[in-house]
């Protein structure tokens, strides 16, 4: 049996039936979905624990505490909800560019 995980990251015009995808091995599979808002992660989230299984749930840096907690909540706690954050200098690179990109 494989090691599930989705990876979910927020972008602006995501469409998460759209930009999706799937890498597998043997031993792992990864599910990145790209969601426009909170209310999408919920649900996209929801789903893939109950339809594929998933085991442990990583974050892009744009989800707040708040909605971690939502999702940590909404998935149980048998599912691993993790976050991942950089340091100081790298998340104001990333949101530069997301700037100059029209993100915000």
């Known amino acids: 049996m494989a090691f599930k995980t989705a990876f979910l990251a927020h972008t602006p015009d995501a469409d998460p039936e759209k930009h999706r995808c799937v890498i597998e091995t043997s031993k792992y599979k990864l599910f990145v979905v790209l969601v426009k808002n909170q209310g999408q992660a919920v649900e996209i989230c929801k789903r893939l624990v109950k ?11 744009g989800f707040t505490h708040k909605d971690v907690a939502e999702i940590s909540a909404a998935v149980g706690e048998r599912v691993g909800v993790a976050v991942s ?14 700037k100059r990109e029209g993100w915000f």
Request: with cysteine; charged share 25%; net charge negative.
């Open 85 to 98: 954050r950089g340091d100081g200098p790298s998340i104001r690179t990333s949101l530069e560019v997301m």
């Open 51 to 61: 339809e594929e299984g998933i085991h442990s749930i990583l974050l892009c840096p």
